[in-house]
């Protein structure tokens, strides 16, 4: 899906055009009742008149360092995913725009806000978990039989130590569990918590890459 398709979707959803109505304004704009048949000039036209209508698309995000933030349905996954390959060591640039270039080849869209349809953000959802699996062997959506393995932040912190401590196994953790615990201040790892397990990997994270330099 192109931009110019995206930001089309997004003011259909904004005006509260239903499907009908929708197919039948675009037919009146252009002579073409789908975005996906339209030149990319009959878009921008469209679009033209959707902002007329009222179509008002989001300002962009800004961090209070001035840097552009993250938006759309899908970026909080998307990000939690590149800061987890990032603390693996298979990320080289943590930067947000570094991520939003890896979104663009996969999708051809320019950024998360406008991954709209779950078909586009899956595809770079399941490229980068499958990334992360390959160089780190982070088995998302196996617990291999341990609760405690439930939860991403988990299988991305086992991944990690079995880095920092070659031989370890799930049998015999080789000290994971005191870390965990340490560093979470809970009693047992099935207590951890998503923010507990951030604190884990963003720790083991200092660790990896510190050892590859």
Do not use: C
């Amino acid at each position: 899906m192109t931009t110019s398709i995206a930001a089309i979707h997004v003011a259909k959803k904004q005006l509260g055009l239903d499907e009908d109505t929708y197919r039948a304004k675009l037919a009146r704009i252009t002579g073409k009742s789908s975005a996906k048949e339209m030149t990319e000039a009959e878009r921008q036209h469209v679009l033209a008149v959707f902002r007329n209508e009222g179509f008002a698309p989001a300002p962009t995000a800004r961090r209070a360092d001035g840097r552009q933030k993250l938006t759309g349905k899908y970026a909080k996954k998307l990000q939690a995913l590149w800061i987890a390959g990032w603390n693996l060591g298979i990320v080289r640039d943590r930067d947000d725009k570094a991520l939003i270039a890896f979104v663009k080849r996969q999708t051809g869209l320019d950024h998360t806000r406008f991954l709209v349809y779950p078909d586009d953000a899956n595809r770079a959802i399941e490229a980068l978990k499958g990334w992360i699996n390959r160089e780190a062997g982070v088995p998302y959506g196996n617990t291999n039989g341990y609760d405690w393995l439930s939860q991403d932040g988990a299988k991305v912190a086992w991944a990690q130590w079995k880095i920092l401590t070659p031989g370890a196994g799930l049998v015999v953790r080789k000290g994971f569990d005191d870390e965990v615990l340490r560093l979470t201040g809970t009693a047992m790892l099935q207590a951890v918590t998503a923010k507990g397990w951030q604190a884990v990997m963003n720790r083991f994270g200092e660790q990896i890459r510190a050892g590859s330099r």
